[in-house]
């Protein structure tokens, strides 16, 4: 199961493995939205929250199509399916390394983009713990939304379409902690909700999406 | 070598996309043996293949054999280009729990290539990395659909060479293929009488339909 992570987090790292996108994505939402907005201070501050969110859902969005696609091509699959590694743990090793390659840069960034669209200081924390605690539900349920249209050519739009609504809880969740945070409200029960949702996202969609893969593989 | 088969189908029927392609395929396959498939393009040799190896379920009949000893190796050959070759099988044979890629670079002839970029590869030299992968996973049953496309005629002799001597070491292999591998002990079993009657219809006709 290590052997398979350091390969995908290789291949991500690699030429073409589309480490940069999701980033570079984030980067570009972060700089042309005040620049769409207007400068005003007090609007950017509020917004702030709920675009970083929906910048981080996009960016993860954008990569997920990678995650099974390309070794359903070239038949590594099939190969992975006969392996002696359960296909569940080839599903959440390949969720963990999306989360690795796309949500944990997001996070770590996202202080700085923070700056950018004026997000107050008390509210800098809550953006980083809330994206923290809710990438990586972005990227388990990617994974199964990946799974799913896995066998399909050019499957990226019926993936997103799968994947938004899942997406949703997390999102309202997230960027109300963040809202509160600034607030000074109390942004704890988001936050435990959104944790909540990622780790029952963890837990149970591996061996959802390792089902769907079974069926496309047939 | 013991008299118990290690790998048994019985009364086998499997499918495509939705459609019987074979019926009441039957045979047994002891250590040491290695067995031929032949038949027409479409006769379903691959999904035969795709069925033992427990890629798609049967339609009907079963496949038994000890648990993980198949090793598959289909068309593709699971390459990933941005990686050397010594990198693509060490990542297989760290899967299957094997540390060792030197005998299999070796089997091969890829010692030269090892440093060497997978997508800068040749599709014969590909495809011989590819048949090298089975080396590293350890699995005494080989399930081997066309493994000789693409390869010259030096190189299907050193994967005969390669195929023999895991037969010698007891294990065993199903090969799909059209040519001479120059295997005159292999058993032939040629696919055509199997063919399914009827196309089917009916239960499980929706299910190429799902999603």
Known sequence: MIALLWRDLRLAMRAGGGFGLGLAFFLLIAVLVPLGVGPEMSVLGRIAPGILWVGALLACLLSLDRIFALDMEDGSLDLLATAPIPLEGVVAVKALAHWLVTGLPLTLISPLLGILLNLSWAGQGWLLLSLLLGTPALSVIGAFGAALTVGLKRGGLLLSLLVLPLYVPTLIFGAEAVERGVRGADALTPLILLAGITAGSAALLPFAAAAAIRVNMR | ?211
């Open chain 2, 1 to 211: 070598m013991s008299d118990h088969a290690p790998l048994a189908v019985r009364d086998l029927a499997c499918m495509r996309g939705g459609v019987a392609v074979l019926e009441r395929v039957s045979f047994a396959l002891a250590p040491g043996q290695a067995l031929i498939l032949r038949g027409p393009n479409g006769i379903g040799k691959t999904t035969l293949l795709r069925t033992i190896a427990g890629l798609q379920p049967p339609l009907a009949g079963e496949v038994s054999h000890p648990a993980e000893s198949l090793a598959y190796a289909g068309h593709a050959d699971g390459l990933k280009g941005v990686l050397t070759v010594a990198e693509n099988l060490g990542f297989w044979a760290a899967i299957h729990g094997l540390g060792d890629i030197e005998p299999a670079l070796q089997a091969m002839n890829l010692v030269p290539l090892r440093d060497r970029a997978a997508m800068h590869l040749s599709a014969g030299q590909k495809r011989r990395l590819g048949l090298a992968r089975l080396l590293v996973t350890g699995r005494p049953i080989w399930l081997l659909d066309e493994p000789t496309v693409s390869l010259d005629t030096a190189s299907v002799q050193l994967f005969a060479a390669v195929v023999r001597g895991h037969l010698v070491k007891g294990g065993s292999t199903i090969i799909a293929t059209h040519i001479d591998l120059g295997l005159p002990e292999a058993r032939v079993l040629d696919l055509a009488p199997f063919k399914a009657a009827q196309p089917l219809t009916g239960a499980f006709s929706g299910e190429g339909g799902f999603l």
